[in-house]
């Protein structure tokens, strides 16, 4: 048959239409089943959100889209995800894809950043995490395992470590400034060496021990080294300290007085307790059979002088030199001055002279019975068989020592 077969409304025998017209073109179809369904064009619903493709009980199966096929989403399609051909699919914009509310998301703000987004944690579940890029974290990093660097990690601000920190390697050195001068470095089987870098003139290494104290009183530590074997196995007293240094404050410091004293401390059969100390004043006192730690006065220059002949010292210490005033008179000339005239002095002849006849008797003179910051006098004197007539005499061996 050929021509123009015209209809308004198709229907099946029970009345139910299949296929009506409106008379302008548009056909409408009742419910259909068919194997393929080949549109030219589009297939549309008949209105802006008039159909669903599927229903809650009716799913579709498979969707096949071409390459660079585009889903628009929204009356004015303003969000799309579109293929790109053999590498993925492209959301546009800075449009994010949103888990479980609006706060936890992924988006890319520019087309250089990408965001991940929660409002509580973002949690990685793998063997390995491989990220090849700077990292920067603003928050607080927690870690459970260890962190292994195959290149210098650095720190642009303070770091705080709760627990221990361990340097695994012989040699392992710690450095401090901006220019790294001073280290700090591991002695293989030995111990650590504290080093300033610097080559120039006048550049000692310097470790100061401070204390935060806001008012030092007397007797105050003000700093201590302390020396311990803490493993030693017999235990009991052998793990106690058994020797400090330590400055203590001799009085209350203000701001015209630090005075300071270094004790230096021992043990024996104790934890140690101070066996010498240097007063502020530069005293020594130590326990050396005085029963407690007490000043000692010690020699301050001593001279053996041969006044025969030429006078000459056979040996000496803090002496610079000797002047011959003559038969049996010798000055004593000191390197460093007395502090004073308030000393004593100890004086012997050498030689043979434990005969009854002709004995010597070098005396200190001082400085003509006063004595002298600079200088001490000896004065040999010999006496004949009766012991009852001195003359001054020369002696070849003087033996004197002076003490304050």
């Known amino acids: ?20 017209s409106n008379g302008s073109g548009t056909l409408t179809f009742g419910n259909f089943t068919a194997a393929t369904i080949t549109a030219s064009t ?52 800075t449009n994010v894809i949103q888990f479980n509310d609006a706060s936890q998301n992924i988006g890319a703000p520019s087309a250089t950043v990408l965001d991940i987004n929660a409002t509580d944690e973002i949690e990685l579940n793998a063997t390995l995490v491989d990220i090849n890029a700077n ?13 292994t660097f195959t290149a210098t990690p650095v720190f642009s601000s303070d770091i705080t470590v709760t627990d221990d920190i361990n340097l695994i390697s012989d040699s392992a050195q710690m450095t401090f400034g901006a220019n790294n001068e001073i280290t700090l470095t591991h002695v293989h089987d030995s111990g650590l060496a504290l080093k300033h870098t610097a080559t120039a003139d006048d550049k000692p290494i310097v470790l100061t021990l401070q204390t935060g104290e806001t008012d030092m009183a007397a007797n105050d530590v003000i700093g201590k080294i302390a020396f311990q074997a803490p493993n030693e196995g017999t235990g009991t007293d052998a793990i106690l300290v058994s020797g400090a240094i330590q400055a ?9 007085s630090n005075a300071t004293r270094l004790e230096f401390m021992t043990g024996a059969s104790e934890a140690a307790t101070t066996k010498m100390l240097v007063t502020s004043g530069g005293d020594v006192k130590f326990n050396s059979g005085f029963g407690s730690v007490t000043t000692v006065f010690g020699c301050r220059a001593w001279a053996l002088v041969n006044q025969t002949g030429t006078q000459a010292i056979k040996g000496s210490g803090n002496v610079s030199s000797i002047t011959d005033n003559g038969v049996g008179a010798t000055d004593v000339n000191f390197s460093t001055n007395m502090p004073d005239g308030n000393y004593c002095t ?16 070098p005396v200190t003179l001082g400085n003509d019975g ?4 600079a ?13 009852d007539t001195f003359a001054a005499a020369d002696s070849a061996q003087v033996s004197i020592a002076f003490f304050r």
């Not at 048959?1 to 009506?20: E, W």
């Not at 030689?351 to 010597?360: H, P, R, Y």
């Not at 006063?370 to 910051?373: M, R, S, W």
Request: proline share 2%.
């Open 375 to 387: 200088k001490g006098v000896i004065g040999s004197r010999q006496c004949d068989n009766d012991g």
């Open 346 to 361: 100890s004086c012997s002849p050498g030689g043979s002279l434990l005969a009854t006849s002709n004995q010597q008797f």
């Open 248 to 256: 203590v404050a001799e009085g209350d410091h203000s701001s015209s």
């Open 135 to 147: 990292v920067e974290i603003s928050g607080t990093a927690t870690t459970t395992g260890v962190h």
């Open 1 to 20: 048959m050929t021509g123009v077969l015209k209809v308004d409304d198709i229907q099946d025998a029970g009345a139910n239409s299949i296929v009506s």
């Open 370 to 373: 006063v004595a002298n910051v």
């Open 42 to 93: 589009a297939l549309v619903p008949d209105a802006s959100d008039g159909a669903a493709l599927g229903t809650t009980a009716l799913e579709w199966s498979d969707l096949f889209l071409a390459d660079g096929a585009v889903i628009s989403l929204g009356d004015d399609q303003d969000v799309t995800l579109t293929h790109v051909a053999d590498t993925g699919i492209l959301l546009n914009s």
